[in-house]
């Protein structure tokens, strides 16, 4: 056993680590009572945006969604014998945010299942698409969704929900890799784009017979204090690890700044561990205080957008290429209709630091305008994919890049 525990990568130790974490303080929370009814809710509920589970099922089931799901990939990666790297960390940390607000214990296998069948259909090891696994869960909540559907019986419902989740996942892997070529790798969340598209298209067959979905919003309040405190924890321990594995000293860690984030820019093999951990914490930190000072809430949705940064602070996020997209973003709501401590622009403030290669690559003003454009453009794309996928704002990335980049190479003559 001990041999066993020796030959796991510390950044899965971590993940283990965090997901206990989570365990033990869900107890804080709720009772297990509580907690058992809170994940019954959790995975009956629909998910589309924005579903905020600690609202629907309590903060507590919502930790232990969380957790489990941490655990369940890890195993995975464990047993495909997948290495660590600034994706795979980017890909788990979108995984555990994303579990508090649209991804849970049951919507997920599906999708997993059909990029499973993708892998045999190639002859290919499942290990070479397990990034995809990882992100193409961004359309889960289309399970659930389908199933609920009153237009037709629940026995076909069932049926056609499943088998669609499937083709989902089977379709993921070949989009992803041509929606890389399309915006360049300026987007971070390639896989957005490309989950964008494929609920674009079902939305509207799903339109065409008749089947439409309403809007949500599921908004939880009044946690900011308890999560401030842990979350605060959490990213100051991910320093201290990070200060004692770069040899007790934050020496080179300005070095990180100095990459654009373009994919494929991987700070843990670029720098290893020490580092890495360091910029995940500060992200983490300054995302969350963001947060806080525009007055909104931290919840199910905005912990998730800010444990996606933290996420990507292993693969292309550093506070110098995000601060003009994020910047961009709140210039914009002084200008439009839109409350800056609204739910949607409280998470395009967060996830839209997908485009955060166009700041690193082209600097300040280019980021403003690529975050001006983002803060526009995802408020009115949602109706496109009927809130089936998750990462809304991944879509919008891949959209805005579509559109922006052209400019820029027409107005610079060094790209």
């Not at 869960?137 to 076909?156: D, E, K, R, V």
């Not at 290429?321 to 961009?328: E, L, T």
């Amino acid at each position: 056993m001990k041999d066993f525990t020796t030959r796991i990568p510390l950044p899965y130790k971590l993940f283990l680590c965090l997901s206990g974490i989570l365990i033990l303080v869900s107890f804080l929370f709720n009772s297990p009572h509580q907690i058992f009814i809170g994940l019954r809710n959790i995975i009956l509920n629909p998910d589309i945006l924005i579903t905020d589970y600690m609202e629907i099922g309590g903060v507590g089931a919502t930790f232990i969604n969380c957790a489990l799901l941490i655990i369940f990939y890890v195993i995975m990666l464990i047993f495909l014998n997948v290495k660590p790297s600034g994706t795979i960390i980017a890909g788990v940390f979108t995984v555990s945010g994303f579990s508090l607000f649209g991804k849970n214990i049951l919507n997920i296998w599906p999708i997993i299942f059909g990029i499973w069948l993708y892998s045999r259909f190639q002859k290919e090891p499942f290990s070479n698409y397990i990034v995809t696994a990882l992100f193409g869960t961004t359309l889960s909540p289309a399970l659930i969704q389908l199933i609920g559907t009153t237009t037709i019986p629940l026995y076909l419902s069932v049926m056609i929900g499943i088998l669609i989740s499937i083709v989902i996942g089977f379709l993921l892997p070949p989009l992803a890799s041509a929606c890389m070529r399309i915006h360049q790798g300026y987007s971070l969340y390639n896989v957005g784009l490309a989950a964008g598209l494929i609920g674009t298209v079902l939305m509207s067959l799903l339109r065409a017979f008749g089947i439409d979905f309403e809007s949500r919003i599921i908004w939880s309040t009044g946690n900011n204090v308890p999560f401030i405190i842990l979350f605060s924890m959490i990213f100051l321990a991910m320093i201290t690890l990070g200060f004692y594995y770069n040899g007790n000293s934050f020496k080179n860690i300005t070095k990180i700044t100095r990459y654009s984030g373009r994919l494929l820019t991987d700070f843990y093999l670029i720098f290893g561990e020490g580092i890495t951990l360091i910029n995940m914490g500060i992200l983490g930190l300054f995302s969350m205080f963001l947060v806080v000072l525009v007055n909104g809430d931290l919840n199910g949705p905005t912990l998730g957008g800010i444990l996606t940064i933290v996420g990507f602070g292993a693969f292309g996020k550093h506070l110098k290429n995000i601060i003009p997209i994020m910047f961009g973003i709140i210039l914009c709501t002084f200008f439009n209709i839109w409350e800056i401590n609204s739910p949607s622009v409280i998470l395009s403030l967060l996830f839209g630091t997908t485009l955060a290669p166009i700041a690193g690559s082209f600097g300040w003003l280019w980021g403003i305008i690529a975050g001006v454009l983002h803060a526009c453009l995802v408020m009115n794309i949602t109706y496109l994919h009927g809130g089936m996928i998750l990462y809304n704002n991944g879509f919008s990335g891949g959209l805005v890049c579509m559109f922006l980049l052209p400019l820029i190479s027409a107005f610079r003559k060094e790209y």
